[in-house]
């Protein structure tokens, strides 16, 4: 599995399209979030700030590249050379997502760090890692599952903008409008819970327990994800 995540970040520093959209342009994007965070925290708070930055990474960094990065290695053949060594599917898997996976979680960590370092950090911090490893989570089962109805890399920008955008609207939408109105609907969208995570850890003044709950859906779309990606994921290119 080493082997494979060692070729597959050498790779990822050589594809300039997938440099962008993994660490780029998500970088971009939050640096200019933190640098106006006073403009933005009047829209909501602080938390709406770090809750955007994390579904920003997470639906460029680490959905679109995980979709790009599975139908290139499907359409090249390299997924089928894979499964003719000793290594297992699970391993396969593990080694190609392993470093973008590893990218993300760096980046939100860095931005995060520096959106605390300028504005103010937050209120649990070990429940914004919570936050954030359930959001990585959704976002990588849901690459899986995408991957299986792209069929090459160009594709991919097709596959991937409903989920990718829809994400960041929906976190841009909970960590402005709050969940006081709509509630049930809001934290069954997808990042609509985790969302409501980030700002209650960033923002404070919710209970611990009531807070951990929110897990709860963002651990169903991963089980969904889960189930479609077993049933739509292919090896070789589609005939």
């Known amino acids: 599995m080493l082997s494979i995540a060692l070729g597959e ?5 050589r594809n300039r399209l997938v440099l962008v959209t993994s660490i780029l342009m998500p970088a ?12 933005f925290a009047t829209l909501g708070s602080l938390g709406y700030i770090a809750a955007v930055v994390t579904f920003t990474v997470g639906a460029f960094g680490l959905y679109t590249t995980t979709v790009t990065t599975l139908a290139s290695r499907r359409q090249n053949l390299f997924l089928k050379r894979l499964r003719s060594t000793p290594a297992s599917d699970a391993g396969i898997l593990s080694g190609l ?15 995060l760090t520096a959106l605390a370092v300028v504005a103010g950090g937050p209120a649990n911090v070990l429940l914004l890692a919570a936050a954030v490893l359930a959001t990585v989570i959704m976002m990588l ?12 890399p160009e594709h991919a920008q097709v596959t991937t903008l409903p989920v990718s955008l829809g ?11 709050g969940t006081e109105e709509l509630t049930l609907l809001k934290r069954l969208l997808p ?6 995570l980030v700002l209650n850890a960033w923002n404070g003044g919710v209970p611990v327990a009531d807070s951990l709950l929110l897990l709860l859906p ?4 991963v089980a969904m994800a889960v189930v479609l990606a077993s049933r739509l994921f292919r090896w070789e290119p589609r005939r």
């Open 28 to 39: 971009a994007v939050s640096a200019y979030f933190i640098y106006q965070h006073e403009a």
């Open 9 to 13: 970040l050498i790779q990822i520093f």
């Open 97 to 111: 997502m392993l470093p973008v996976t590893v990218l993300a979680v760096v980046q939100v960590i860095a931005i």
């Open 141 to 152: 089962g849901l690459g899986l599952a995408t991957a299986g109805l792209t069929n090459s």
């Open 167 to 177: 994400a960041i609207a929906v976190a841009t939408w909970v960590g402005i409008s």
């Open 218 to 221: 963002t651990l169903g779309w």
């Open 191 to 196: 990042g609509g819970a985790a969302t409501e």
